[in-house]
């Protein structure tokens, strides 16, 4: 299922009309005092990986480049982050690469909110590069499963934001022993109008530059408290299955020009 384990005749030997390729990319970002830097990248992996398991044979997960967008986190230490055109730049390169090698179908499954205007932007200028080609989608796996995650969420609006209920619960689901929950605070941030909101599942109706540290001490906005591996599990099977079903349609979507989609 990793593009990466297989020998380059293995990849050459895949059918170019079926093969799905999935692309993860996320942040090395601070997560609270409580999860790791490298959570968003996990979680977009690990949704990458347990979809693939169920689409076999046909879908394969490429290595993720990691870093992403990430200019708000800059003021907590070990945030990482690339200007807006190196992500732009490093996405083209992986996806202009694969169709040399005759790719047709390719998603980015994005876990940064960060990254999520710029994936519409890069699927799209991607689509109109390769147009008639290979078709390119790209995703905010939170946004495409915004409905599932708001009927599984115990908080109240502002609780799953960042390192919040939701991201931790799927840590705790996916990597354990990489969330300290003693160490959580949990924050529900005010932006001071009704057209900014820091909660992943509402969104914001406008876009603005909003730095994490003036609005949260220890950068998570939301509710990490309501958290447990059991909740984990239920926003991790939501979002995998959404995802599947997204992807199951996704391969039947036309690649040749001149099609509705
Ligand atoms: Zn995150």
């Known amino acids: ?23 993860p990319i996320g942040s090395v970002e601070q997560h609270g005092n409580h999860m790791p830097l490298g959570t968003d990248t996990m979680l977009a992996e690990g949704l990458c ?3 693939a398991e169920q689409l076999a044979p046909n879908i394969l997960v490429l290595p993720s480049p990691w ?18 055109d190196t992500l732009r730049a490093l996405v083209a390169d992986i996806v202009g690469s694969l169709v040399r090698h005759g790719f047709r179908r390719i998603v980015i499954v994005n876990g940064h909110g960060g990254n999520a205007n ?6 799209t200028s991607l689509g109109e590069d390769y147009y008639g080609k290979a078709r390119i989608a790209g995703l905010t796996y939170f ?15 502002g609780g799953t934001g960042h390192a919040c209920e939701f991201e931790t619960a799927m840590m705790q689901h996916l990597r354990p022993g990489l969330v300290r929950l003693d160490r959580a605070a949990s924050i529900y941030p005010e932006t001071g109008t009704p057209y900014l909101s820091t909660d992943l599942v509402e969104g914001s109706r406008v876009s603005t530059y909003l730095d994490f540290a003036d609005l949260s001490p220890t950068g998570t906005f939301g509710d990490p408290s309501l958290a447990s591996p059991e909740q984990g599990e239920r ?3 939501a979002c995998t299955d959404v995802l599947v079903r997204f992807l199951e349609d996704f391969a039947r979507w ?6 509705k989609i």
């Open 1 to 23: 299922m990793r593009f990466e384990d297989l020998t380059s005749p293995e990849i050459g030997a895949l059918d170019r009309d079926k093969t799905v390729l999935l692309l």
């Open 49 to 51: 990986l347990a979809a």
């Open 67 to 84: 870093y992403g967008y990430s200019p708000h986190h800059m003021r907590f230490p070990g945030s990482i982050t690339l200007r807006p």
């Open 118 to 123: 710029l994936v519409g932007v890069m699927a």
């Open 143 to 157: 946004h495409l499963a915004a409905a599932e995650i708001a009927q599984l969420r115990k908080s109240e609006k």
């Open 235 to 237: 926003f991790f099977a």
């Open 254 to 259: 036309p690649v040749a020009g001149g099609s």
